[in-house]
């Protein structure tokens, strides 16, 4: 069976959704043993609220293993039903009807229907949810149960990415009535059901029995995520085979890692991105002149070349990129330029400045060099930049959206309209510039309710440009996912590049070799 495009989505209807689960190619897939997977992305405070999560370690461990979600981006880039079997749209695609799967259990023995779907939505939108699915969640303005295994959803505006965005890593599918016992203990639909789980240290879970994906995916008896932020540590845990596999290697050791024969390391192109978003309704940056100085004052190539050594491309300061559909990919690109740095800074009254920079490598792995390389090239501007190196523990807790200029990262997102209403958006939780402008805005409703292909382009091309001008986030780069892993490990022809370590679902297509 096929998986279908975005373009695809309004044409195919009820058939749309009756797709192949697992996205392995067709070869035997060896079941049986364990992974060991070393991650980054750990905290403390991680728990199995999936409103909350925001990096690797609990996206795997939650969407990637113990719960489900109603859509599902294929390793290929396609979307395919998870607990909806099948959607289809009205003409003006604001009104969506998912029928879902029957016969799926919650490990703690719950059928799964209806009103799970419409709880689980409305969680984040509950007061003081704080959910960065908010924006997609709080486009419905009704939610109804036709019957046990069919719910519509009616939009405020037409969106024809509602399927592509219902398979938000934030949107895990919980039990009705049992949500916060759910949250405690992490009951899901998963292929893994939890036996131990140490925020910000480890998470075991064994396959769950009679899974209703059957022998088509979750190929292991057994997963165990260990928490691993410090880059070294988890190299060296790969290279003494306490891990089998380990995301974001350190460049810098990576001849180390090729040289051994035991390893292999995965490289993907996607729209990964490292960023310094600044808040725009905090001093200066509330200033556009201050915003396009910095963004002249940053020399991009040189940080691709110096922390990336050569893993990605230099960006442009739109979260767009090449694996998107609607990449302008003939925006003039901007260049590091002292001089037109120093014009905006006189544009905005002022001869020099003096900034903080917020770093860890909790943002991105040598996140800290990339603030010291902008500091080192912005200076040459007047642009004295003070490079304050904040504690990897508690980063995106502590820091991001709460210090005024930090370092950070997206993973990108299959659509523009998902990656634009996460972190763009007017109000949305994760805007972590706070931006908010006003033709901006206004396209971003449009776009998203237009069928016409042709016009979204456009639409999304100028929004593009908008960000590239006055947005409120310096995006020097796009940078590869590089992941490695032991030969005894087993992976598809097709590995995902929309998150890490195959769309953070390595316990779902991965095997022992």
């Known amino acids: 069976m096929q998986g279908i495009s975005r373009r695809g989505l309004l044409k195919t209807g009820v058939a749309a959704g009756v797709l192949g689960l697992s996205g392995m190619p067709l070869r035997a897939q060896t079941r049986g043993g364990k992974l060991t997977a070393g991650l980054s992305g750990a905290n403390t405070s991680d728990s199995w609220d999936g409103r909350t999560h925001s990096d690797l370690f609990m996206i795997a461990s939650a969407q990637g293993a113990v719960f489900d979600s109603l859509t599902e981006v294929g390793a290929d880039g396609l979307l395919k039903g998870e607990l909806a079997e099948s959607w289809e749209a009205s003409a003006d695609a604001k009104v969506w009807t998912f029928n879902l799967r029957q016969g799926v259990t919650f490990h703690n023995g719950k059928s799964f229907g209806a009103d799970d779907v419409i709880e689980s939505l409305q969680m984040h939108v509950a007061e003081g949810a704080k959910s960065a699915a908010e924006p997609i969640v709080s486009a419905i303005t009704e939610m109804t149960k036709v019957t046990d295994y069919q719910v519509q959803l009616t939009l405020a505006a037409g969106n024809a990415d509602l399927p592509y965005l219902l398979s938000d890593y934030h949107l895990l599918m919980y039990p009705a009535g049992q949500i916060e016992e759910a949250i405690a203990q992490g009951i899901g639909t998963g292929l893994y059901q939890v036996q131990s789980f140490d925020p910000g240290v480890r998470m075991v879970a064994t396959r769950y029995a009679d899974h209703y994906k059957g022998d088509s995916a979750g190929f292991f008896d057994e997963i165990e995520y260990i928490a691993i932020n410090d880059n070294t540590a988890r190299t060296n845990a790969l290279l003494t085979g306490q891990v089998d596999a380990i995301n974001r290697i350190d460049f810098q050791t990576e001849a180390l890692l090729r040289a051994n024969p ?63 559909q609607y990449y302008n990919p003939d925006m003039e690109q901007l260049a590091y330029d002292p001089d037109k740095a120093k014009f905006y800074l006189r544009e905005a009254g002022l001869d020099s400045i003096d900034l903080d920079l917020s770093a860890s490598n909790a943002a991105f792995e040598g996140a800290v060099d990339a603030a010291l390389l902008y500091k080192n090239s912005a200076g040459e501007a007047g642009i004295n930049i003070n490079v304050i190196q904040e504690p990897a523990d508690g980063y995106w807790s502590n820091v991001w959206l709460k210090k005024p200029w930090c370092a950070s990262y997206w993973s990108g997102r299959a659509t523009e309209d998902w990656m634009f209403s996460t972190a763009y958006e007017a109000g949305a939780p994760w805007n972590d510039s706070q931006w908010d402008e006003p033709r901006f805005q206004e396209l971003l409703l449009s776009a998203r309710a237009e069928l016409d292909s042709d016009k979204r382009r456009e639409q999304y091309y100028e929004m593009q440009q908008i960000l590239r001008d006055d947005g409120g986030v310096i995006l020097p780069m796009f940078a590869n996912y590089v992941q490695a892993l032991n030969n005894r490990i087993a992976t598809p022809e097709t590995v995902g590049n929309l998150w890490q370590m195959d769309n953070a679902r390595m316990a779902e297509r991965w095997s022992l070799a």
């Open 262 to 324: 035991a390893l292999r390391i995965q490289e993907l192109t996607g729209n990964q991105h490292y960023i310094f978003p600044m808040l725009t309704k905090v001093a200066p940056f509330d200033d556009v002149n201050v915003r396009r100085a910095l963004k002249y004052g940053i020399n991009r190539q040189e940080m691709v070349d110096k922390i990336l050594l050569g893993h990605g491309q230099i960006g442009n300061d739109s979260p767009i990129g090449p694996a998107n």
